[in-house]
Each structure stands twice: as C-alpha cells, then as structure tokens.
Nanobody
Framework: VQLQASGGGLVQTGESLRLSCAVS????????MGWFRQAPGKEREFLAA????????AYADSVKGRFTIFRDNAKNTVYLQMNSLKPEDTAVYYC???????????????????WGQGTQVTVSS
C-alpha cells in the first residue's frame, strides 16, 4: 500500500487548506485512516482519524472544530479540511493507514503500518 499526501502550501492566518491522501496498491476501505503532523523539534502529533466506512471520527483537542477528516472510498482518497489556520499549525502533515478495526488506538501513531511522505503546511502570521 502506498499513500500520497498532497495539498499543502503557504497560507495566511485564518485561511483554509484541504489536504488529500491518495491510496494506491490497496483498497482504502480496508483501512482506518489517520492524519498526523510534525513540527520542527517536536514529536509527531495525532490530528484526526476516520473509520473504514467514514462513520466514526476522532480528533485531537487542538484541531477539534477547525479540522474535518472525511473519505471517499470510491476514489481511494482521504481528506483533511483545515479551516481557521494558525501559525502553530505549521508542520509537515502525514497521512497513515492502519487496521480496519476501529479502536481508541486510532489516535496512536504506532497503530498505523503505512505512511505517506508528508506535505508541508506553513501558516504565516
């Protein structure tokens, strides 16, 4: 399974971005999907996860209400809609695929066996 994240860029505070994660070499509906980010000098941080059907989601408190994860299994793609971006959202954003069974471990990076290459998001003040 290969994951290709895209959609990052440079935006100003308060603006929006939509990240995409295309899944190839497998069927996205076989996986729980997650988004993480890592800023320079910091550990990788969980942002959001979505069950294989899209019926269940989980968010980190830091992005709840601003970010939305959703998926289109017909397109083998998962998205992260990011609104009201802040400078502290600046990081490399990664998508990941994990086992199909949903659990609270969906917030844990070690749950995921497949990772995309990351896409840079920079929010200027």
């Amino acid at each position: 399974v290969q994951l290709q994240a895209s959609g990052g860029g440079l935006v100003q505070t308060g603006e929006s971005l939509r990240l995409s994660c295309a899944v190839s070499g497998g069927t996205s509906s076989n996986y729980v999907m997650g988004w993480f980010r890592q800023a320079p000098g910091k550990e990788r941080e969980f942002l959001a996860a979505i069950s294989w059907s899209g019926g269940t989601t989980a968010y980190a408190d830091s992005v709840k209400g601003r970010f939305t994860i959703f998926r289109d299994n017909a397109k083998n793609t998962v998205y992260l809609q990011m609104n009201s971006l802040k400078p502290e959202d600046t990081a490399v954003y990664y998508c990941a695929a994990g086992p199909r069974i949903w659990s609270t471990l969906a917030k844990t990076s070690s749950t995921y066996g497949y990772w995309g290459q990351g896409t840079q998001v920079t929010v200027s003040s």
